[in-house]
């Protein structure tokens, strides 16, 4: 500690605010302020440091999003339990909470004159699955998109409630060639990612249902959806899957009704199974049974690397039930918030989103769906699906062949996409191998953190290899292959 | 009727789609089909056409969209009732549904040969109201703000979950300069426009009530706002306004608990009354009482054009319990759908909303992001709201001369703002007005349509004078002054 905690100094050049952040975070690191603790009351702190209760209270809302406080209504913050691991939750498209803060605090003060503190917690070598990389993107086509699209004429209206008919057909396009899947710019609904795909959808069924409506989910599977499904107000059941996908047997015994399944049949997310076609020929039997809706999550399934592209789950449909659901955030980035939904010929669905729509709009702006459409028209972002895809083809074979072979570990989900999964035979070696790698500053997911039940967690990690540098991957590769081999031979 | 209804013509360019909805408009137009009658169903239509079932399922959700047909799930297709005034839903932000499906149409079939069919029924001059004048902006500066955030290093992460730093820091001096509100970058959420402050204000409170949840609404007032508050789940219960804004008295009276109230305490929407300070201490008082947060629409206050501007609700707040939304929608263009909503000194709040985010992410593009900061750096937004209140000005002393003074009719709502009220004395003049203006080509809007308690609709029109140029302008003023004055007569 190179300081008292929360000493401020006005004459420093660093702003209150991130001085406030570092004081906190530096007495957590530092053991002054453990697990549990109480912190001040933002107005007694504000009062005892002269600053604006405000600002205490942005920094407090800084730290919980790090996971170094608790804060809960009606009682007092406290010093979280998870404070030391900083990973504490997880998100495919990189939701994590300690990532837009620390970026955030970056920006604020880019040249603080001592190391910034939060490196400390910031990793290193960052390996939770979610991003893509964007190295090698063709940045003169995405200025000259953005530049076409700022130069047209500037409307003073909404853009069209289902998105621009020009970004529409290019999507249309975009599917039938990356994945097969026959439909026209009218069956598509531009969305602002996967996130409000899920949202619109949930709305729907939550509208449409004269009782508490419920949407299936796949455990383990992807908690951030769960969580958008569960805030319109839609209960969330667990289905287990096996390493195809999600197991059918199970789906049939789950009690209705229920309104929808949501599952990622392409590449299951995060175990990495395809559903075979007798698998979801049964899931659309099940939905024809059930009355119920199938989404079908296509998040990664452009990248596929071993055994043919299967069609979509949707091009088996031909009830009007299927609702696929993707983005660019693997594609090109999570930074463009763009998604889609593509409808199928199901009038009532149809009108309920037209009249969702209608109240909350399309919320991409016009320019971004037309530098998008110009991206898409311009063969940039075919070109640079074919230019990654090839990377992480050759990045998968280093995983395979770093942790393919490790004892009492079975590596896993490495078919298609931007993620892989290892398992482990004994209890515990999850937690013994997150917290040595998180020690050299690399930082992986715990299986546990995509249960969907509580209580029943798997033992293992997932891990992206899209995101870092060659020389940080292989790196970080080394020293998972150390590590697990050390865990493994501690446990024994 | 220049042709049989739905005979398609594959050698004419125009797509199959296309003719799918002249066809059947034009049967809806010239009287071969009639209100309530049900059309055939999309899978005997496509089957006689010869057509795919989505291209017939895509027609008539285009036109129901537009105000053509009703679709209601389970129930057959059926031309709607009002079909002929189309102008049968109002929104503040244009959220009007036939515009987008106009807009499409035109945009797939940019030279269809004859004169397109639809433009019967899209106004020649729309004065509905939420659109502002984007003809005098800086398309330049416009231009190069988009330029210099496509230059941006490409991100592969989403944005931070309440928004760039940047544009939060711009925000915040924005609403210092343009409103007097006095908070920092770290007390902004950036938005996707009005629309998802407002739904995620209204997810936290459905989150966070272990009964179902209530939101208190104006009433007459902005119906988009409560079908959005619904569409979470959260119950809205209506409170009249009186000619300042919302009634003290009335909101005491609502049953408790309630959660939140939502006010346009600036202009009230669409009145256009301001609430006076007594009712604004009055209404923090309720707060308190009733434990319940206070959601400020300050949609389009950046706009005074009589009387000086009174300081936000948010700033006479010391409890933590008003939330101040806006929206550039007004300012620039809805078509940006950029908004962001003003954080009070409130952990729970704060953190409620954090875990939203964290779910749901931030829905604007990180480019959006970069541009509207750039744009509002360089001074182009300030500029551009100066030289658009003169122009508005100007125009609300154009309304105020030419329909000021007419017997039987009241003119009110123009203090500040974009739209204006006319109230009838007499009952049914309304919809004489509105009939005779769209014969004309005219389009205003209801002000019953802004009723949120069915039954209890006031007599009157509700129009904007920001969009349509000079000429066009000038011709609706003249033209409503005439209708106006001879449904009067008529009445007598």
Redesign the interface.
Known sequence: MDGPLLALDRADGTPI?VQLVEGVRRGILGGVLRPGDPVPS?RALAAELGVS???V??A???L??EGYLE????AP?RVAQLARDGAA?V?R???R?A???D??AR??APDAGAAPLWETSAPRIDLRP?????AR?D?RA??A???H???LE?????????GV??LRAEIADHLRQARGVV??A??IVVT??T??AV?LIA?TL???ADRPAAVAVEHPGYP?AR??IE???VRTTAVPVDRDGISIEHLHRIPRPIDAVMVTPSHQYPLGGRLPVAARLGLLDWARDADALVIEDDYDSEFRHLGPPMPALASLDDEGRVVLVGSF?KVL??????GYLVLP????L???I?D?R???????????QE?AAALLASGAVRRHIAVTSRDYAHRRRLVQATLGELPGARLSGLDGGLHAVIEFDAAGTSDVVVKRLAATGIAVSRLADYSVVPGDEREGIVFGYA?PGDTPLAEALTRMHETILDAGAGQR
Do not use: K
């Open positions: 605010g933002t209760r405000s600002a209270v942005a407090y809302e800084q919980a999003g804060m809960r209504q009606g913050t939750h998100g498209n990189g939701a909470p990532t837009s803060a970026r955030s920006t604020v979610g991003r893509p990389s964007t993107l940045t995405w200025r998109a953005w530049r699209a700022a130069a500037v409307s003073n209206d909404s853009p069209p409630r289902f008919p020009r439909c026209s009218d069956d602002a990612g996130s409000e949202s709305a939550r509208n449409a951030t969580r958008i805030h319109r107000g955030s980035t999570p930074a463009l918030r763009l010929a199901n009038p009532g149809r009108a309920a037209a969702l209608d109240a909350e709009q399309c919320p991409v702006p016009g320019v971004a530098a995101s």
